[in-house]
């Protein structure tokens, strides 16, 4: 990586993401899933883990991209169709949602954020105004009175157990932000709770969709 230029470097891990369909990595690459199932939802979540790439993208291209705010057909047993979306709540609106948006805005066209959340409200506030989503003060109020179908969790590295376990037990799928917990004792019951589930539960990992970490 570090022999070539950034911006050869992000075009090809572009292309790269491209060839593969998006997301999938290379058979033998590693994965940190706790439960995936195959499936257009998990790849929905998925999309959301490599937002970096698209972060530069669209400073390459001289602008930020657009989030699509119009409504969301949700999809019902995690396998979905061409004309649905996954809808998707941020816990966490500060300064890593930044990432995610963009990236969803960018190359997730059937992602819509449905719920912010952070006991900020004025960091709820502007992630709301951006994206068409409802605001909630906490995950509780969240999951007791929104309407999404993951959790995308940008929390502080020791809230990460407990918003995702809550998560998963609402049935909820969720992607958790790097690094997935303080301790190991916590990732195994992370990815136990998320085995358990049924659910699609991923680490955002984006070096592992790296070209020479792909190929």
């Avoid at 990595?25 to 940190?32: D, K, L, N, Q």
């Amino acid at each position: 990586r570090s022999q070539l230029p950034k911006r050869t470097y992000w075009a090809r891990a572009v292309a790269e993401r491209r060839r593969l369909g998006g997301v999938a990595p290379a058979p033998g690459a590693p994965r940190v899933l706790g439960a995936c199932r195959p499936g257009a939802a998990a790849r929905a979540v998925v999309t959301i883990g490599i937002a970096h790439y698209t972060r530069i993208r669209a400073a390459a291209r001289g602008g930020r991209p657009v989030l699509d705010t119009g409504p969301a057909r949700p999809y019902g047993d995690g396998r979905m169709g061409s004309s649905e979306t996954l809808r998707l709540a941020l816990l966490g609106c500060g300064a890593i949602a930044r990432y995610h948006l963009d990236g969803i805005a960018a190359d997730a066209p059937r992602v819509r954020v449905t719920a912010a959340i952070d006991r900020d409200p004025e960091a709820a506030g502007r992630v709301a105004a951006e994206t068409g989503a409802a605001p909630f003060g906490s995950l509780e109020e969240a999951l007791a009175g929104g309407d999404f179908d993951a959790v995308d969790i940008l929390l502080p590295h020791d809230l990460h157990e407990w918003a995702t376990l809550e998560s998963l037990r609402a049935g909820k799928h969720v992607l958790c932000e790097k690094p997935m917990a303080p301790t190991l004792d916590a990732c195994e019951r992370m990815l136990r709770a998320g085995r358990e589930s049924g659910r699609v539960f991923m680490v955002a990992e984006n070096a592992q969709y790296w070209p020479e970490i792909v190929l």
